[in-house]
């Protein structure tokens, strides 16, 4: 069929905006077209946590799997620094290449954190300013760990709609620079980390088409309190007393995040399915949010996919939050795991709470 052309009134988007329409309806969806991912350089292990709280490498694996997370050097006011839009920076950079694009032919940067550079403005335009991807609209989501699933949902939307080209979809975060190191039920679950798609049009409507098949999104403020940073918002602005208690940290109802996560994690991935019509056995992989492998092991086994088929690294990197599904993509893009045309269920839930999955055909 003869792709439609829209116009934009704007000379650069006119050349790649376009819709199809087949039957009445659109059929431009959005897919990768690369992917990248950041890991600081620093590695605490359990041993070194060991030193630092009360706790044991046996209790953190057995309750968590997690063995290793990588930690961002904070040389604060140095060289040595790395900041959130940096590791941001390098993973765009990464997906950049692997989508052989240059910074500029990006129309949008979307970036979940919620461990931003600053607390106003957005840390996508400093990573804006850093790619120097001068022609687009950069702004942040606030979902926590499923922040990059938000980014993703509303990238294909405006795919879709024919109202962006190439978005840059970025979940990053600097987890350790917002932990209470003195908290054990906290400090031991988390990581530093970046992952990156590019996302672009496509009008592919055959079966096995590369394509961003379905997302899911959803939230529920009933849970709000139970992972919360307290301070430094205008309900609870920081004084030399809230940070003396550790205000400004993360504060975390475990127990009822995890039952939450469970149920959640299992309606937003068989919604993904149902909206794209495809059944478990279906899925090539399964590319989870890496929070506990508990809730991993109990979702998967919920979804009735095959144990063989769920990608992991918290082993290695602990949650690094809204980084976690975008950094497990691409190492196994790049490792040559997942082949194009495989199905990839991803899923997500963190602080809000706010969860969703997303489907897509590689
Ligand atoms: N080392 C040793 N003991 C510990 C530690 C530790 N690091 N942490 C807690 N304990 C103790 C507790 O004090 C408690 O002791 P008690 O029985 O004497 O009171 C005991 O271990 C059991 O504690 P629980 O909190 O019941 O342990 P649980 O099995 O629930 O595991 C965990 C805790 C790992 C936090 C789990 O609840 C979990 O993973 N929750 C979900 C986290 C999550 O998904 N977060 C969402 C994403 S994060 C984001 O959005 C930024």
Redesign the pocket.
Known sequence: MRPLRWSFGNARHQRSNYQVIKNGVSIRRSKILGTGHYLPPIVRTNAD?EKM????DE??VD??GIRTRHIAPDGTGSSENIVTSDMATAAGKRALEAAGLKATDIDMIIVGT?TGDVPMPATAVFVQQKLGATHCASFDISA???GFIFGLSIADKFIRAGAASRVLVIGV?L?SRILDWGD???C???GDGAGAVILGPTTDDSPNASAVLATSIHSDGALARS?IIPAGGSELPLTHERLDQQEHK?H?R??D??KV?VKNLVSASQEAMQTAGISPTEIDWVCP?Q??L??IDQVVSRLQVAPEKVLINIDRVG?T?SASVPILLDENIRSGKIKPGDTVLMCA????VAWGGALLRM
Do not use: K, P, Y
Not at 53 to 56: A, G
């Open positions: 946590l709280v009360d706790t044991t209790w953190i309750r968590t919620v926590a760990c499923a975060e987890l054990r039920t906290t031991i679950l988390f992972l993360v975390m475990g127990q995040i995890f996560a949010h929070a506990n508990r809730i949650n939050s839930l963190g602080a809000g």
